[in-house]
């Protein structure tokens, strides 16, 4: 049974997801909680309890927020995928019924000298004559809007993850506004670069730019369909009437072939949803970077790392759901322009196959696109491995501060 091309793709994804999450725990968190370690043992008791505060909340709140928005881009998926086929259904479904019963009267024709001993020739084509025209071709699937939540389930996902996890940090701190407070303002500015990587803080803003560059120029080259929606790619055949070895005649009927493309119908919403992620995640790193800093300079670097760890986790959901968009127009761009590069000309009396230059575009886009696919994967795991980070750091600090490390392994000094 042959397997398909989205299932290996699912499976290797799957593959790099889980090499991922492995070196996460091997290396990432044992480095974190070692560093938390050698800060909170410098502390005396009161101010660890302050330095476990600096990590209160986020890393469940993370976890949840993430859950979430995994189900969102699940179900959203499934729906699309439900959607389209009974879009399909509906669609081709008179078609095939057509075409079958056609198909059967004709074999029954065929077969009537055997069935009725004497049929004539002429009773034969009587028969043929009854049946009518057979369907020339299946009409065109009204599948743009199923097609359009499938693409733009990626961002949604991202918005409700960032959206939840804002609620919850915001509820926290709410309830916590009546206990004494441990921070203050510090005059040095810091920006939504401040904490984290940065080639992590940038891959977002990167990928919006490429994502809404990408679906601009494909909007400015794509041709309404028979609903009057931007969702073609048309391209001419047959209509060149010289070539590279000199002029000659076409007799080849010229006309065009077109193919489901990210026009202006899938663009504009996609374009939309991007730039309300990229201000949802400028506002959030810049929250994280001005909150007040805490009033202790010995937890300055417990507060750093905090920060780090949230600025990560944002950026690697955002440019997660990004790369994600970005590698599904980059492979069904690649994938349309593929398709129409193929056309046939006149050579010497004879037809010739050839391609035009737009194959090269073709396969660029398609490559780029599993490569987005990949750096996707990775910018998850990022935002994973900052949320791991984020629930070890406050389990260990928690118990630093309650002296509980006897219960367990040794994480500090007695």
Not at 160 to 180: C, N, P, S, Y
């Amino acid at each position: 049974m042959e397997i398909l091309t989205s299932t290996n793709l699912i499976l290797i994804a799957a593959t790099i997801l889980v090499a991922g999450l492995v070196w996460v725990v091997i290396r990432s968190v044992p480095r974190t909680r070692g560093k938390l370690k050698a800060e909170t043992a410098k502390l005396d008791s009161p101010t660890r309890r302050a330095a476990a505060t600096l990590l209160a909340g986020w890393g469940a709140a993370a976890g949840w927020a993430l859950g979430a928005g995994i189900a969102v881009y699940l179900a959203s998926r499934v729906a699309a995928s439900v959607w389209l086929r009974a879009r399909t259904d509906a669609d081709l479904g008179p078609y095939y019924d057509a075409t079958e019963e056609n198909f059967q009267g004709f074999m029954a024709c065929q077969r009537l000298p055997e069935s009725s001993s004497g049929a004539t020739e002429t009773e034969v084509q009587h028969c043929m004559d009854a049946l009518g025209e057979a369907p020339i071709g299946p009409p065109e699937v009204n599948d743009a809007w199923p097609l359009l939540l499938g693409w733009i389930s990626p961002l949604v996902a991202v918005l409700v993850v960032l959206g939840l996890l804002a609620l919850l940090l915001a509820r926290r701190r709410a309830a916590a506004a009546g206990e004494l407070a441990v921070h203050s303002a510090q005059l040095r500015p810091r920006g939504i670069m401040s904490f984290g990587p940065r080639w992590a803080l940038a891959i977002p803003g990167i990928a919006a730019l490429l994502l809404v560059g990408l679906l601009v120029a494909t909007g400015l080259n794509s041709s309404p369909d028979n609903w009057g929606r931007f969702t073609q790619l048309v391209v001419p055949r047959n209509s060149s009437a010289t070539g590279p070895d000199g002029g000659y005649g076409l007799p080849l009927t010229p006309g065009t072939e077109s193919a489901l493309f990210p026009g202006w119908f899938f663009g504009i919403p996609l374009m939309v949803a991007t730039l309300v992620l990229l201000l949802t995640v400028g506002i959030l790193l810049r929250s994280l970077a001005q909150s007040p800093r805490p009033v202790d300079p010995s937890i300055l670097e417990i507060d750093d790392l905090a920060r780090t760890l949230k600025a990560k986790f944002v950026a690697g959901v955002s440019g997660a759901g990004l790369m994600t968009a970005l590698g599904s127009m980059g492979i069904h761009t690649g994938g349309a322009m593929l398709t129409m590069a193929g056309d046939v000309r006149q050579v010497e009396g004879q037809a010739e196959f050839f391609y035009h230059d737009s194959m090269l575009s073709g396969v660029y886009l398609a490559v780029a696109g599993l490569l987005f696919w990949v750096l996707a994967i990775l910018m998850l795991v990022l935002a994973v491995s900052a949320m791991i980070e984020l629930v070890a750091a406050r389990s260990l600090a928690v118990a630093v501060a309650l002296d509980e490390e006897n219960q367990g392994t040794t994480f500090g000094t007695h």
